[in-house]
């Protein structure tokens, strides 16, 4: 009993010690930006619009076209009035969550006080915006 309490232990220090040498932060540090009654940024690593599709079934395409700067889908939808473009930076209130995809309104900017949805990916905390890293074409991942 006494050798698997001392094991339990050294390994708890060894955890410990390779946490602060690689400073190392929890993961719920921060809170869940994509929560009903949270307020997020909307934000965009490719572009600097993301695109607030009106009907929930809309939101996994106008995310492909987003991802693949397909501008001809996206001016199809904007021209149906199926979605509507909205500044990466803005502020937003989650109003519903279903699955991966999030109900938003929109609380700043030309589009205030509008609704629509988007992936939860799409979401950020409120701290002071940074642009999200792209990855680099060229490593090997």
Avoid at 26 to 34: L, M, S
Avoid at 99 to 120: I, N, P, T
Wanted: positive net charge; glycine residues 8%; proline residues 6%.
């Amino acid at each position: 009993m006494l050798r698997v309490l001392l094991v339990v232990a050294g390994i708890f220090l060894v955890a410990l010690g390779a946490g602060r040498v690689w400073n190392l932060k929890p993961a719920h540090g921060e809170a869940d930006p994509t929560r009903q009654g949270q307020v997020a940024l909307l934000s965009a690593p490719v572009g600097e619009t993301v695109w607030l599709a009106l009907d929930r079934r809309d939101t996994y395409r106008l995310q492909r076209a987003m991802a693949l700067r397909e501008e001809e889908v996206l001016d199809a939808a904007a021209g149906r009035k199926s979605a509507f473009p909205v500044a990466a930076g803005t502020e937003v209130l989650v109003i519903r969550v279903s699955s991966s995809k999030r109900e938003v309104e929109v609380l700043e900017g030309d589009h205030a006080g509008m609704r629509g949805w988007v992936e939860f990916d799409r979401l950020q905390p409120t701290r002071d915006y940074q642009r999200p890293i792209r990855p680099n074409p060229r490593r090997r991942y």
